[in-house]
Each structure stands twice: as C-alpha cells, then as structure tokens.
C-alpha cells in the first residue's frame, strides 16, 4: 500500500522559493500518479501540479511558470519546486498518489499529512 509524507515547508517572504518533498513508500511507487494539492484556511482543496509515472506533467493555471514538479523514482520521492511565491500562496500543502491518473482532481487514493507554506508580503 501506498503512503506519503511531505515535508519541506516554512515561511517566506513574497518573491521567495520554497522546495517541499514527499517521501513515498510502496512497492510499485513508479507506477503511481502523484500530485501536489493545497488547501487555505475556509477555501476548498485545489490541486497545484501533477505528474505520472513517466514524467508527464500538468499545472494549475495559477502556477504555471513559478512552479515545477518533479519525481525521482530511484529513492521515490515527488518534489515541488516553487519559486516567485505570493502572499496568496499560503497554504498547507498535500501530496497525493494513486494508480488511477485524477490529474488535479482531489480522488487520489493515499494523501499524506500536510505541510504548511507561509508566504509574507
């Protein structure tokens, strides 16, 4: 079974970076779907990128050009790499994994804990 936890959050300032990781243990952790979600106090989760097993990807439009997603499936790991980041941004973040490719739709299978981003003006 799958399982991820994500980590690398923290608080910045606007126009600051951040790289947010998430561990995945499983068997056939290559073969997943994954994906970064976020969700604001009081707001719906949204999903932010994603990613299947042979790197393809899609973003929110909300991202597109300030974030990227990648994975390493040596050592099983989904990372988010962001950059330019706004006071908007601030979120707890979710990784997320499943056989099935939701893409940014939030019916992945397995999510992670969280971690929470912090972007000051």
């Known amino acids: 079974e799958e399982r991820t936890v994500a980590s690398g959050g923290g608080s910045v300032q606007s126009g600051g970076s951040l790289r947010l990781s998430c561990a995945a243990s499983?068997?056939?952790?290559?073969?997943?779907?994954m994906a970064w979600f976020r969700q604001a106090p009081g707001k719906e989760r949204e999903g932010v990128a994603a990613i299947d097993g042979d790197g393809s990807t899609v973003y929110a439009d909300f991202v597109k050009g300030r974030f990227t997603i990648s994975r390493d499936n040596a050592v099983n790991t989904l990372y988010l790499q962001m950059n330019t980041l706004k006071p908007e941004d601030t979120a707890m973040y979710y990784c997320?994994?499943?056989?099935?490719?939701?893409?940014?739709?939030?019916?992945?299978?397995?999510w992670g804990q969280g971690t929470q981003v912090t972007v000051s003006s």
């Open positions: 499983g068997d056939t952790y290559n073969t997943y779907y």
């Open positions: 997320a994994a499943d056989r099935i490719g939701w893409r940014l739709l939030a019916q992945y299978n397995y």
